[in-house]
């Protein structure tokens, strides 16, 4: 029993420590004391350090023996134990002890085998992922080598992957006049929790008021101020809190006014502070969750409303419909804001951009190997499995991820179903042949690879191969330098070249000197030397150096300013620069490198080596241009920013939102409460969605009534939208309880109009109508009918026909026919059969692919179809509908909730004052009906059996993680409830 020494020690302590306990406590109890010390340690086990109030020996004790020892060796020692067993209160309360523990570690050892199952599983599947869609795209096919034409535009088999994205024109004019119209783009900044102020922001505060707190903040006021932004708005929750400082409760502030703007015609930027959960008290992020749909809603409305102001102040014609400024790019920082800036790009159809802190699958994987938290104690404490899932979202939608390095794109990013680095260089090879890509996405992450070994510091120069540039000294230096060549590798980027051998002047001359350099030093593998490189590329190369802790070198001969050498300090890297020129007072500013003579190779390599070896110089240099960047680097940070951002967006012929007065030429009057008001896409070539007209008897308009003639055309005071999903248990729709509940909701329509009513449900427009006439109902009494899990929208009033333009909205990403056989892939667990889902064309739409479903069959759940979807570069919303009879697969814009936001905006109606009926349970997209700024009416009693059940694994965020059933916007009632009661209460 030697070797359990140390386990017999540990034990002996954790007893000791259980008797001091003790002794402060009853002494006639002395045995069930200990006893109950030791296994609240023992439940106390596994919650996090961090979170400790104070010192614990007997949890050190514990963690040491689980973590340490092997359960088998516990197990010698309980069974030494045993068998020296005596009436010692002591040796009795160590045989308890080490059955305990021993159980706990056996318990530890099975979650760590789980867990290392999941993960193994889940590796598996990314990489069955890869490799079938590395499959389809490995060859092009003699018609794909061609760029097309682009002339099929018809139906759900159109591939978009490669086509101009149906974005927003956020820019007031389409085309510059003759004198060069100035550009005024309005950027959106979202940094959710709300500790954000623009002076004496209290870094360090908490976990959520790091550098990303400063960082968001100088952004917006640099963005401001660089020339073509007209406004910024930096949107965070407001908090009037006894707890935190008053100025995080006020609703505005400016933190630039015009006035500090160098170009005059600009509006600033502004902190808004928006009402989003209970304003008297401070939220973590990690709680915050529930509430995103409020803000979503809420900072909905505020864009809404911006933009129609902006357009109205740049508009040229006073005397004509202005046309709304819509933002150039929303930005989210962090997992919680990227969720956000997804849902309102979705719904305004702008880019998104992304900014990731501490990756949540990073952060997953490294509470898990530490052993001392179970998943469900992560999921608990961090919301670990909601806030993946809010960055999966961002990967989703986001146009740009700003990241860094090659080892949070691999290792970080690599780790999510959304991004696979090999297929986004296959997608990437794609879209330049101008091929398609066979509806797959995946956000582009580039990053530099030249060297043998990568890990040395990095040597960077960047310039023209221009003779001035002196790029040959600098090679002869590191050539002719051992020590430089063992301790850093040089990289040289200069400029893009194709066949230097086709090239003239003096640069090809420099790039042949260069490449007969190489090759007389045999640098191979020490030096890089790209031949192409795109501005976007240069922020990461730069971060590259740092990371390595490089050294950038300027030594041209003479250097007029010197913008590299603060593009380099900007991001964290000291510099050598030529003593002639601009760089000397660029250095004198920073103090964060050396001058050299650039005739001097010898002091060149002496400088270089200097920065290199002597780490406490090349610190003190880096934090000196960190401290005192400030004076030459947002200007420039913004105009990165904003180029990155123009990339996006340049090439698009983006459809304008209107939110004009008056209606296009092309359309057709509403219904009287609805005609003035209309949200449409000025598109050159509309796709054709148009379903054939059902009841031509119900394109009757109402506009001619008495009644409606008596209100202001174009508002209702009220919505109500009807989202009960009424399936029976073979998916078939309950007629009788539609009806109970439609007799119900439009009981209150004898308000001359007030009240508009929408129906929403996972059914076909057909099934929809079928079953409203079914109720005896008019149809046309509806002003929207939102179907197919929201890949629908039309008005019965006036046709049957889908709205063109939701459907333009809906195109973006949309993968059509080319995900069709993989769901049913993917959708069948092991041990289905072919029949337990299958496509069914009768059902399915343009923008709608559903599948049918056979009750308890062997099928993913909604979560996991979306995962594997992820994983093979399809963006798609997988919804059960119809009592889990009926899978439907819609585009990633698509969502009955995202319907209801593009009609608030349309039919310009506060969400506020839309109320929403809806059952106990539905479809798998019931949780997202509920969260947000309109009333929801959860009747009871009408909903027999649900498709709730097969919405995602049981280890994963759980239901209250999104709804806040306990919001005062959320009431309940039974099924004998009367709308006359509910009426002031809604």
Known sequence: MAGNEWINGYLEAILDAGAKRKEQTRSHHLSSSAKFNVVMELQKYGHDKEKEAAYSPTKYFVEEVVSRFDDSDLHKTWVKVVATRNSQERNNRLENLVWRIWHLARKKKQTEWDDTRQLLRRKLEQEQG??????????????????????????????????????????????????????????????????????????GRDSDTGGQVKYVVELARALAATKGVYRVDLLTRQISSPDVDWTYGEPVEMLSSPSDMEDADSCGAYIIRLPCGPKDKYIPKESLWPHIPEFVDRALAHITNVAKSLGEQLSSNPSSPSIPVWPYAIHGHYADAAEVAAHL???????????????????????????????????????????????????????????????????????????????????????????????????????????????????????????????????????ESRHLQELANLTLILGNRDDIEEMVGSSATVLTNVLKLIDKYDLYGKVAYPKHHNQSDVPQIYRLAAKTKGVFINPALVEPFGLTLIEAAAYGLPVVATKNGGPVDILKALNNGLLVDPHDQAAISEALLRLL?????????????????????????????????????????????????QRGPQSEPLSESLRDLSLYFSTDSPDALATESLIDSHRLHRIESSSALSFSPGHRQRIFVITVDCYSAEGTIEISNLKEILDKVTSVDGLNGRIGYVLSTGSTVLETLEAIQSCHIDPTRFDALICSSGAEVCYPWRDTSADLDYGAHLRFRWPGDHVRETVTKVGKLDGAVDDDMVFDETTSSAYCLAYAVKLEANVQKADGIKQRLRMRGFRCNPVYTHACRRLNVIPLFASRSHALRYLSIQWAIDLSKVVIFTGEKGDTDYEKLLPGLPKTVIMQGFVNTGSEKLLREEDSYKFEDVVLIEAPNIITVDKDFSMSDMTSAI
């Open 130 to 203: 890869s490799k079938e869609a590395a499959d389809d795209l490995s060859e092009l096919s003699e018609g794909e080598k061609e760029k097309n034409d682009g002339s099929n535009t018809q139906g759900a088999s159109v591939d978009n992957s490669n086509a101009v994205d149906p974005r927003m024109n956020s820019i007031v004019s389409d085309e510059e006049d003759e004198e060069g119209e100035k550009e005024h783009l309005y950027i959106v900044l979202i940094s959710l929790h709300g500790l954000i102020r623009g002076e004496n922001m209290e870094l």
């Open 613 to 661: 070896a002597e780490k406490s110089l090349w610190l003190e240099c880096r934090r000196s241009g960190l401290r005192h960047i400030h004076r030459f680097s947002w200007p420039h940070h913004c105009r990165l920013f904003l180029s990155h951002l123009s990339s996006l967006v340049v090439h698009s012929s983006s459809p304008s939102l209107s939110l004009s007065a």
């Open 345 to 479: 790009a979705s719904i305004l159809s702008v880019p998104m951009v992304m900014t990731g802190h501490s990756l949540g699958r990073n952060k997953l994987e490294q509470l898990v190997k530490q052993g001392r938290l179970t998943k469900n104690d992560i999921n608990s404490t961090y919301k670990i499995m909601r806030r993946i899932e809010g960055e999966e979202t961002g990967i989703d939608v986001a146009e740009m991820v700003v990241t860094s390095t090659k080892q949070e794109i691999e290792e970080q990013w690599g780790l999510y179903d959304g991004f696979d680095l090999m297929l986004e260089r296959k997608l990437r090879i794609r879209k330049k042949r101008g091929v398609s890509c066979l509806g797959r996405y995946m956000p582009r992450m580039v990053v530099m690879r030249f060297f043998s070994n990568p890990h040395k510091p990095m040597i960077l120069a960047l310039s023209r191969p221009d003779p001035k540039k002196n790029v040959m000294t600098l090679l002869k230096a590191y050539g």
